[in-house]
């Protein structure tokens, strides 16, 4: 089963002070043990290229280099893809946008969902409950208590 990322877990896994380090760590290294294809889309890694080296979102934010130096050790795993927007993008993300009247922060979750629909991706994991807005996905939040 391939799967996406959202960029929360990507800073979770990065900030040691969240109590949501430990398992978002865990989950990383899962994902990154493969053999399941991993879709890291690039509104997630500019995303937690953005946050992780801002000083009003981490108390000790990451310098670029080593925010990159992340990204670099995931874009190396052979089961890692990074696709972009293709041909009829536009078309895909106003679909998925007007279902949701997607403005303001939606906008990116748009963005993202619809990369995932462009390259036949369902699964998205994320703490991020807006995207449980979107039809079409499945949302997987690694944080969430079995109920």
């Not at 969240?18 to 865990?26: D, L, M, V």
């Not at 052979?78 to 696709?83: A, D, E, I, L, N």
């Not at 409950?129 to 109920?147: L, M, Q, S």
Request: hydrophobic fraction near 45%; aromatic fraction near 8%.
């Amino acid at each position: 089963m391939s799967a996406t990322l959202d960029a929360n877990l990507l800073l979770y896994a990065s900030d040691e002070a969240s109590p949501f380090h430990e398992r978002a760590n865990r989950l990383l290294a899962e994902l990154a043990a493969g053999p399941a294809i991993v879709y890291l889309l690039w509104p997630t890694v500019m995303a937690y290229l953005r946050l992780s080296t801002h000083p009003s979102v981490f108390a000790r934010p990451l310098s670029p280099e080593e925010a990159s130096a992340n990204i670099e050790r995931l874009l190396r795993l052979p089961h890692v893809q990074s696709p972009g927007e293709q041909e009829g993008f536009w078309g895909v993300y106003r679909g998925v946008a007007e279902d949701v009247d997607a403005r303001g922060n939606l906008v990116a979750d748009a963005h993202l969902v619809s990369l995932m629909v462009q390259n036949g991706v369902r699964t998205v994991w994320t703490h991020d409950r807006d995207y449980r807005k979107f039809t079409g996905i499945e949302v997987r939040d690694p944080f969430a208590t079995p109920g």
